[in-house]
């Protein structure tokens, strides 16, 4: 079974700069997706970015970056010029692919992120 | 705004009693998902539909049923509630369910077992 493991409950970043977070997986398959969730204090889960495994360039959106490593089987966030609306807790997850699997989410525990003014 | 509609949006219920949620998914998908988040157990797949029929099954309760209309539109059911069940249920919807489709959320519903 594919497990996805957050380590650092929690991080701060002051606004503007630049923080990472961390995500590893576990898996014996070769083709799969991962994510990246925000969840602000609303409770709505978002979509942050999603990187295909087939896929070796690291995936951007505006501010959003990760860092896939396959062979490491690590996929961490990074977020450039650090907003105050990026205060939120931010969920890994892991989905497989292919006809024979489900196609549902697995999640890490989550990272809340403070951003300092 | 995902385009995934949960309601209620509150629930406040006492022990033992038997709620439904219900979803309606984005216009055109055909997998629905639920979720349960908790404080003590983080995000948890619950059930997954496609298109009417049971597709993959989670850590859901046989307290708790579920089921996808000919509409799309999908229900979830927890009966015989205890304050344990007490979360944040979520619904999900993709185009289909097994492919690179995104997966959208609603807003959830706050279940409250007192």
């Known amino acids: 079974a594919q497990t996805v493991t957050q380590s650092q409950p929690e991080m701060s970043v002051q606004e503007a700069e630049t923080v990472t977070l961390s995500c590893t997986y576990d898996t014996s398959e070769s083709d799969y997706y991962l994510f990246w969730y925000k969840q602000p204090p609303s409770r709505q889960m978002i979509l942050v970015i999603r990187q295909e495994a087939y896929k070796q360039q690291n995936a951007t959106e505006n501010r959003f970056s990760v860092n896939f490593q396959k062979a490491a089987k690590s996929f961490s966030l990074k977020i450039s010029d650090s907003q105050l609306g990026d205060a939120a807790m931010y969920f890994c997850?892991?989905?497989?692919?292919?006809?024979?699997?489900?196609?549902?989410?697995?999640f890490g525990q989550g990272t809340t992120l403070q951003v300092k003014p | 705004d995902s385009g995934v509609t949960q309601t209620p949006k509150h629930l406040i219920t006492a022990t033992g009693q038997r709620v439904t949620l219900r979803c309606s998914p984005r216009s055109g998908d055909l997998s629905v998902y639920w979720y349960q988040q908790s404080l003590d157990q983080g995000l948890q797949f619950l059930i997954q539909?496609?298109?009417?029929?049971?597709?993959a099954k989670g850590n859901i309760l046989e307290r708790f049923s579920a089921q996808q209309f000919p509409d799309l539109h999908s229900e979830l059911n927890l009966s015989s509630l205890e304050l344990g069940d007490s979360a944040l249920y979520f619904c999900a919807s993709s185009l289909s369910g097994n492919s690179g489709n995104t997966i959208y959320f609603g807003e959830g519903s706050w279940l409250t077992v007192v």
């Open positions: 539909y496609y298109n009417g029929e049971e597709r």
């Open positions: 997850a892991y989905r497989s692919v292919g006809s024979s699997n489900t196609g549902k989410l697995i």
